[in-house]
């Protein structure tokens, strides 16, 4: 157990330094503000993301600049940028926030699982997925806030950088930006997808050579399903005769729907309506190409007990999942059991 600080002798007393006027002065809501619109970029990317209109963050940051006497940021053209006195700052927030978020993941750990929060940071293809392991989560421990950020995957390597959630969900890893922690927990089969009165729909081993042939939907540059489908047509030295790019998952379906042409996509974007729907699953050869979704988190990173608690039990899942995409799309199995072997269960120790 613990020992109490012992206090200093009378007279002999060294008080840290206190920043009285900053404390008096200054709010940590408005250096949460600060430390957003430096970290996006953006003012209008800060507001967004705290959830505040323009004026309210224009606000904030004036009377910040106020406590601190000094301009905080300065016009680079048509971008802000922050000064040197708001590089100082910044670099402060960032350490002062990290110490924060160690005192309230200890506080949580004492108080075990009753209470605690748990932030995670997914791609867009991972909203499929997430929601549900997050509500059996919930069922288990209710009393943990969870909040869920669905975004790009550039934004979100953005948002590990800068250590703002607890865990992140992605396919494809980040190699060359910094060290991380990786665990593979479910499948993430990419398939051919085309409208239900396709020509094609119900072919078999159909040559991706025809695939070819049709208009083409991809997604955007820098989606790792846009890469990994590219990869394959670029193997067979073919290329897809690409309509249009959407950037949203979506969208794409919408398209498919509506005849404007085929796409490669996450199984998991048919969940809710399955695979006798309106979009239809195309034998192709070469498909599904197996990916997987990994929760992910920068090396060296103490993961509160939340944290620990929902990877372990997010691992625990693979075979759940396995067995609910299999029943989606019988066809899988044999695809399961030719490309990976299903993923063994894997406890987290924290």
């Known amino acids: ?109 004492l108080k075990g699982m009753k209470r605690g929060s748990l932030r995670l940071g997914v791609i867009t293809t991972a909203k499929y997925l997430t929601p549900e392991i ?14 869920l950020k669905v975004t790009n995957r550039e934004s979100i390597i953005e948002r590990m950088h800068g250590n703002i959630d607890d865990l992140y969900i992605m396919g494809q890893v980040p190699e060359d930006d910094f060290e991380i922690e990786a665990y593979p927990f479910s499948p993430n ?52 005769q690409v309509r249009m790019e959407l950037g949203s998952n979506e969208a794409i379906k919408h398209a498919i729907v509506g005849g404007l042409g085929l796409s490669v996509l996450s199984l998991h974007t048919l969940t809710l309506e399955g695979s006798n729907g309106p979009v239809a699953i195309l034998d192709v050869k070469g498909f599904p190409i197996m990916r997987k979704w990994n929760i992910v988190y920068p090396k060296g990173k103490e993961l509160s007990l939340v944290a620990r608690t929902f990877l372990d039990f997010a691992m625990n899942c693979q075979p759940e999942i396995y067995s609910r995409m299999v029943a989606m799309w019988p066809a899988l199995k044999d695809a399961f059991e030719d490309q990976v072997k299903p993923y063994p269960v894997k406890q987290v120790k924290g």
């Open 1 to 109: 157990m613990k020992q109490a600080p012992q206090k200093a002798d009378q007279g002999h007393t060294q008080a840290a330094p206190i920043p009285v006027h900053l404390i008096r002065h200054a709010t940590l809501r408005q250096l949460q503000v600060f430390e957003a619109i430096v970290r996006l970029g953006s003012f209008t990317r800060a507001a967004e993301e705290l959830f505040l209109t323009q004026p309210t963050v224009s606000m904030q940051i004036r009377k910040l600049s106020e406590a601190m006497g000094v301009p905080l940021f300065e016009h680079v053209g048509r971008n802000v940028e922050p000064t040197e006195a708001g590089l100082e700052l910044y670099d402060a927030c960032r350490k002062m926030f990290d110490i924060l978020t160690n005192l309230e993941m200890k506080i949580a750990d």
């Open 189 to 240: 089969p990419l398939v051919v997808m085309a409208p239900r009165d396709h020509p094609l729909v119900g072919k078999k081993n159909i040559p991706l050579s025809e695939i070819a042939k049709e208009p083409f939907i991809i997604r955007e540059p820098g989606s790792g399903i846009r890469d990994a489908t590219m990869r394959l047509f670029e193997a067979k030295g073919l290329k897809p």
């Open 134 to 147: 997050l509500g059996e989560f919930s069922k288990m421990h209710p009393g943990i806030n969870l909040a």
